[in-house]
């Protein structure tokens, strides 16, 4: 059996390592939230949480046409050299979901 790639996953088994990565640092799941809402258009209140995470991405009802401000490293890798469109949204969040985690403002979170 060969490596599930994030993509397949379910929103159910990504989403509670974001909400985990920002709450271990006294975040809120209401502010995850509040960044998932803002980057994607999402309202987790009403997400199907068994789609997949690339579907999660790619269908969007509202990706912020302002995501391309958002730049830096995650894991490595420069958010605004990232030519793969799904990947890019994945970086862009798990790079907003990071700032949150290390104490950011939400003014500087939201740009």
Known sequence: ???QSVFEM???????L???KAMKTGRTQDEVDRVIFYLTGWDMRSVD???SYGDFLADAPAFNPRADLIRGSICGVRVE???NP??????????????????????KILR
């Open 18 to 20: 974001l909400t985990a």
């Open 81 to 83: 050299e990232i030519e």
């Open 10 to 16: 379910k929103v159910s088994k990504i989403y509670p």
């Open 49 to 51: 949480m068994e789609m």
């Open 86 to 107: 799904l990947t890019k949204r994945m970086r862009q969040l798990d790079k907003l979901i990071d700032e949150l985690s290390k104490g950011k403002s939400f003014d």
């Open 1 to 3: 059996m060969g490596r």
